[in-house]
């Protein structure tokens, strides 16, 4: 059972990276003799990488993470520079149809897994010698890794509250009510989701997408999974080393007076940059890597 504390702030960023590979092709035909030579395993005809529905590619290089000097904390946390390897990352943040997809999935499968579990008690009453100590139903259903409804909707279901603890000078209950459920919010980040909810997601990505790919003879594709902190400095800064924002620039706002991204610029006045919440996912100017990433929710 997944132990995770609610997230107390709006959102966990939820942007999944994707590793480059970089494999080279083994022409070696099957029924080649390899006379006595390492040669590699034959019948590898080679490997291209695709990139990811929605994904961008970054590519690799080295950004400065920790404290700059003016800050407190550079005294214990100095900068250092580190490098970074090319990898993939989202455009957007997941938005709250496609969180929703991978929800419905896992309750789909906890009805399934409780209808075998039914009928398995149906046919034990029936017939007790039909189920048999150490049998493969019992080694299924106890070992299951499939997820119960009550952990999915308790430990993985977005957590609306937060739109009452984050947002204490904005009339919320509309929503809570509303902002995951509605259809007019599909293109919404989702929020209220743990650093454990957005690790489920991405195992759950990478098995949805290589499940396909085996069904039609594909090469499995490398696992998705939450950026380290270096690679989300990298990628957001959008190779620009000294970028105090995803934009580049050093102000919050354009030369109109228009807020450059989606956040809370004053107590009670969270309408300023055009919404008194969350925007759609795409609706701020990305960086110079194309990723849309300049504020809207927060970790």
Known sequence: MIRATRATCLSHLF???????????CLIGRDRDDRGEVVGVSGRLGWKMETPFDMVFIPGGSCVIGAVDQDMASLVNPPNQVAVSSLY????????NKYRQFIN????????????RNTSDEQEERDPSSVVEGSSIEKETST??????E???KELYPDMSVWQKDFAHHMADRMVECYYEHISFDDFPVV?????????????RTKHLNTYREEHGLWEMPKFRLPTAAEWTYAARGGNPFAKYPWGGPYVRDARGKL????KSSRGNYRECGYDHTSPVDHFAPNDYGLHIGGNVSE
């Not at 999944?16 to 092709?25: D, K």
């Not at 999935?105 to 075998?116: D, K, N, R, T, V």
């Not at 299951?144 to 409804?149: D, G, I, N, T, Y």
């Not at 450059?260 to 956040?263: D, E, I, M, P």
Request: aromatic share 8%; net charge negative.
């Open 89 to 96: 990352v989202d455009k957007c943040q997941v938005t709250n």
């Open 192 to 204: 209220g989701i743990t650093w454990e909810a957005a690790r489920h997601f991405a195992a759950w």
């Open 15 to 25: 942007t999944m990276t994707f590793l480059v590979l970089t494999i080279q092709s």
């Open 260 to 263: 450059l991204a989606n956040f």
């Open 144 to 149: 299951s890794s499939v997820l119960s409804e």
């Open 105 to 116: 999935a896992l309750l789909e499968e906890a009805a399934s897994m409780q209808e075998a």
């Open 151 to 153: 952990v999915i909707m």
